[in-house]
């Protein structure tokens, strides 16, 4: 496989990643703004934190509104993190590897791009939003799912996936990141409904509130959410979850073509530093503190990754 390819299918898998994830957020900020109207334009400019285009979005516009954030999220062409651009983005990358899709990955892949083209031909109406946001992730889903039905499990296949995983890494450490260190009450409101609201808006943002019902019941709290979203292997979109799945592709890749390369060390020392790991310790010496060394720790992973592209060929 040419390095082309591999990095044409982990930016491909990428962005379609990133898509879905804004959506996310930008569901989980209109859930609670509908709750906590006073405070809606705050917990706004905390969604564009946490996608990452607050600074892109202060360019456009002067003040932080809920009209003006989906908009800018989801199809302002000045944003190209916007989940319109993103999508277009994915299926350019796929047209360029498109001999190593199968034909339903690809046509899965343009029927995203079309859907979210019609959906997103004009600013959306709040009360069409969710519908709006539910129809691209299930899109994004059937891309998914074309991958899991129909592709070999190839390093074609790995790529893909290694993908996936490292966007979905980084944005799970940014939402854990930005609501625990820019919003997290007062210590006197610790424990109290507005704290507990925080939180579960941090479990709507990776869809992950239903799955943490099931393992903890009704209670909620910080350190929970943080064992459940940093280092619980079951959810799949932990800080865990996802350095595993990392490590497990880049060990097919090593096995397929009988070398290893710095990504893989890279790799199997951050997923060793999670397994040792645990979320007392992660909150004694500091959680903003962790989540940013994680965070460097998988820009530097993205980036060997794309340098070991050149021993695929």
Known sequence: MLGKTAGGLLWMFR?????ENTTRLIEAG??????RASNADDEWASVLDASGARAAHGQRHATVTQANAVDFLLRDPANPSS???????????ARLVRTALSREVWEATNECWMEAKRL??????????PEVLAAIRQQSALVRGALHGTMLR??????????TFLERADNTARILDVKYYVLL???SQIGSPLDNVQWENILRSVGGLRSFRWLHGAEITPLGIAQFLILDGRMPRSLAFCTAKIAANMGYLEKEYGARHPGHALVEALLGRLSAASTEAIFEAGLHEFILDFLSDVAGLAAQIETDYRFYG
């Open 83 to 93: 989940v319109l651009a993103c999508i277009e983005a994915a299926r350019n990358n």
């Open 120 to 129: 997103l031909a004009r600013p959306v109406r709040e009360r069409d939003l």
């Open 15 to 19: 962005y379609l990643e990133r898509s």
């Open 185 to 187: 009450p007062s210590i």
């Open 30 to 35: 209109f859930r609670i703004a509908l709750t």
């Open 154 to 163: 190839n390093d074609i296949f790995n790529f893909a996936r290694i993908g």
